[in-house]
């Protein structure tokens, strides 16, 4: 059963069902702006502008009012109102959405997708604006994060999607015997209705795996997005809806749920029992509580953790340092993948150059940050601008904690933006702690905020980083050693405790940006995560091979038939 | 990373991974007694006397006594002690044995799962007695189902698992460009510790898939019988732990846990926080418990719900009332998938002959009931014994409710077993209802209970087949319809439902008797069961791969390395 939109599409699709296999460097929408058109950058901003100070529109069902209310970390009131519609409308729609696009089969759901993520990636410089005008990134971070590579993320699940709906033929003919000979027909066939619940930090990268997996595999999806990273999602929805529309297929396949954000609209609808799958990227409450509460529903919840770093020994002192900075600093620690804490030894850091003391090293982490920021026009582009204001107070009381009880190697400031005065911006807040703070270092504290523990020695440190990441979850853990037997033991700690293990990165490659394609984001092993991403039970927990089978001819109706 | 005992058993391997994606007629392990010797059976029935009386033996940790009442529902006691062990001792050993089993490798541990296989199927005959007389199946049903069948599942489960496992390399190159070159490792690794709840009427068939599919992805399995039905599991975990001793690793990755069956010792291990995983089968009671209070685990949970048939038309009137007889007869309807409610409408059903109206349907069905049970001899190797005094007062409880209320077509009565005078043997009740008797339909009456209710028409008889299947679950479907309409109606019916659907089975192709690597037994999309069985994400929701990444050579550290 062919589709043109796959037909036409096919190239990329193969070329991404080889990837997630091969697991090599890949990258399937350009990264640099310049790709785009010599204008991508003004057009995409002049689209964003576009948006503001009016209504989005929106033709969906059971509208009863209109808001929205984002303003830019960056000072810019957007001023952009949605539809706000009823969850019960939306849900309703999309029931009846279900069937038709459930039979139109994997090629021509595949083939609408892959036209989706065609579409967005085109207008991947307006949706740049509209993500760094929400979650503060910078606009090249969100270019890149928001843009090409979350498409590429969607890509990602598509391509595990198809692989496994393509495992089972749509027809078999079982023959046990003369009599017994039955046609069996396998379908997929949707869980039933998908809610995304959008994060406030990264709306497209944390969404799209999530939608494509949901949408191609036959199931209607709402997208709640966060009351403060709308737009982002709107215009995602919006392609989604006009590509559905243009290939025949009910645009309610895809909604958009805005609420008053005071309103408990995420907690009423993810409790329905028409919801039987939820993805939710987002603080940890609001995770645990959908995993206590929404026990009707498949869940596939990120809620970070505390991502450790142990610093044993290095090849390269300085490469360390500047790594460890620029994974610090990037988006502000507003990543569920930055370092929350790193582990250093009394015995102190192995170096080419000799041994560094933990308290050394503390001090050489604060000054190579010092000097990272210093330059602002620089150091804005890697922090960008703080989203919300709950974690200008997480850092003030992780400062007050760090001033009652433990140092502060280097303060948070705020840091002027070249171009947007009113932005909000701070630099990372660097504390010192003691190997017993466990209320220190034992708690994600999300934005620019780290910890280094000074421990006894490289044993302490793995004991309290495996401590930590299994009770506290984490995503990856980041281990700068040189002794074959810390690496040994390292590992042995990542398996335990489900983390993704990196050794002694340097230059360029940041343990917070997990490559698409290649790395595996989350494991589902610890209570960073319920479920692993990109892998194939991400996708398959989405749907199952419905079933239809009956006797070629009754075998006891064949004299009758004969009669006849 | 070959192994051995993947060598040895590479062809079925391979067989077994077509087959899953063939779904044509596939019986991996012969399922004739005959095909296992001439004496066969005989020898089965030694083996299993010698359990009889004596202490099961079992070299496991934590022994805190020894316990066992297994009574046959044939009215033999069987006297065997089992070792009752600590939960936490248990838990220990498994995590202790995990790690070297994860680092085996994939080849190792599916080499090893297929050994496991092969040595079961060479005791189906003991298996198959010690099935007969704890869950009161019919030998020859004993031996077909919870033998060679039950090994099929769980070599479909291996299938599965090792297609999803090798679906990603051990290693890769991952290079962006000059300086950014990474060696990527993955490695499967398991979710923790996986425990599975015995079911009482299939305690093999039920757990097989499980036992293999967590195995094999590297998780330590618990294996906690049900207290009426401990033997047939304990031969299973001796037979694994003697093929993983012999394989050089430690028996302890498959333990058993017995314990005092008044006590509360599944709920107790169920929450444990390193519980990582839990299939269970049977009562909705249970299974509702632990998806309301296991939330620390991934839950394969199935209990069954009200399985409806739609009897509308025919080709073969007597064919279908014999189909269907035998099914409501097989194993005494202690058959998850049996079906329990079977509506036909008041506009009667279309037969070859004419108009049958719904009063005539329901008693040529209860006489061709009466028919089959005429003869004990042979209804005894289709009914079994009752497995549960349980289900007996389940009879007398429909049997009160319908006298009051309802029509009793055929009552159920005691049955002499020609071999075994104490068995606990009843013919079916059927019951009739009237459309609007919801509490009498909509509910899942486990054991020989089956209720034919009058509808209006078919639409009624659809959309109370829809509602009952929706609220109380259902694995499966029976349609006899021969009009168009009414068939793509029920086609409907069933993808918004989830259940499996069947077109006027005639002859020997029972609706309960699923056809392993062919039908899919449960879809996860209804109450009838959390999971699809057996499907990629059955198996792919118990591993996560692994990741372990460096620089091939630091590119900041080339310089150094050269000064040396």
């Given at each position: 059963m062919p589709h043109p939109l796959l037909d036409k599409h096919r190239a990329l699709l193969d070329q991404a069902q080889a990837a997630i296999t091969r697991r090599t460097h890949w990258s399937p929408y350009a990264e640099n702006p310049r790709n785009y058109g010599e204008t991508a950058l003004d057009d995409g901003e002049k689209a964003f502008e576009a948006y503001r100070d009016a209504q989005f529109y929106l033709d969906q069902p059971g509208v009863q009012g209109r808001c929205g209310e984002e303003i830019s970390p960056y000072g810019l009131p957007l001023n952009v109102s949605y539809p706000s519609c009823s969850a019960d409308a939306l849900i309703a729609a999309a029931k009846a959405a279900m069937l038709p696009w459930v039979r139109a089969g994997i090629a021509a759901?595949?083939?609408?997708?892959?036209?989706?993520?065609?579409?967005?990636?085109a207008g991947s410089a307006e949706m740049a604006y509209a993500l760094m005008h929400t979650t503060?990134?910078?606009?090249?971070f969100a270019f890149l994060t928001g843009g090409p590579q979350a498409q590429g993320r969607g890509l990602e699940?598509?391509?595990?999607?198809h692989q496994e709906m393509t495992q089972v033929p749509a027809q078999a003919e079982w023959q046990r015997n003369v009599s017994q000979r039955l046609e069996k027909r396998f379908m997929v066939a949707p869980q039933g209705v998908?809610?995304?619940i959008g994060s406030a930090t990264q709306?497209?990268?944390?969404?799209?795996?999530?939608?494509?997996?949901s949408l191609s595999t036959g199931n209607p999806v709402i997208v709640k997005p966060h009351p403060t990273a709308v737009l982002p999602l709107a215009i995602t929805v919006a392609v989604a809806r006009q590509v559905l529309k243009e290939s025949g297929f009910d645009a309610n396949l895809v909604t958009l749920l805005v609420a008053d954000p005071d309103g408990p609209a995420a907690r009423d609808i993810a409790l329905k029992p028409d919801i039987r799958l939820i993805d939710y990227a987002g603080a940890p409450d609001f995770g645990n509580w959908l995993i206590d509460n929404a026990r009707q529903s498949r869940l596939f919840v990120e809620t970070g953790g505390v991502n450790c770093v142990l610093v044993d020994s290095t090849y390269d002192y300085k490469a360390l340092l500047k790594n460890l900075v620029l994974s610090l600093c990037l988006d502000s620690g507003q990543l569920r993948a930055t370092p929350r804490v790193i582990f250093v030894s009394r015995e102190g850091v192995q170096t080419p150059e000799g041994l560094i003391s933990d308290e050394q090293f503390g001090r050489d982490l604060a000054f190579a940050?010092?000097?990272?920021?210093?330059?602002?026009?620089r150091a804005v582009e890697v922090l960008g601008a703080i989203q919300s204001p709950a974690t200008l107070a997480r850092i003030q009381a992780a400062r007050d904690l760090a001033?009652?009880?433990?140092?502060?190697?280097?303060?948070?400031?705020?840091?002027?933006?070249?171009?947007?005065?009113a932005a909000r911006v701070h630099t990372p807040l660097l504390i010192r702690a003691a190997s017993d703070q466990h209320n220190l270092f034992m708690e994600e504290r999300f934005g620019p905020i780290a910890i280094v523990v000074s421990t006894a020695n490289a044993a302490e440190s793995l004991a309290l980083a495996e401590t930590t990441m299994r009770e506290k979850g984490a995503l990856n853990f980041l281990v700068h050693a040189t002794r074959a037997h810390v690496q040994q033991l390292a590992e042995d700690v990542a398996l335990r405790v489900g983390v993704s293990l990196s050794f002694n990165l340097t230059g360029a490659v940041l343990i917070n940006q997990p490559a698409g394609f290649a790395d595996f984001h989350a494991s589902?092993?610890?209570?960073?995560?319920?479920?692993?991403?990109?892998d194939a039970a991400f996708v398959a927990n989405r749907f199952y091979f419905s079933q239809v089978q009956q006797h070629y001819l009754p075998p006891s109706s064949i004299d009758w038939v004969v009669d006849l």
């Open positions: 759901r595949t083939g609408v997708c892959l036209e989706i993520l065609a579409r967005l990636n503060g990134q910078s606009l090249a699940a598509l391509a595990w999607a998908s809610l995304i709306p497209t990268w944390n969404a799209y795996p999530a939608l494509f997996a940050l010092g000097k990272f920021v210093e330059d602002p026009t001033e009652a009880i433990a140092d502060i190697l280097r303060d948070s400031e705020p840091l002027n933006h070249p171009q947007w005065p589902g092993a610890n209570p960073a995560a319920s479920c692993g991403m990109i």
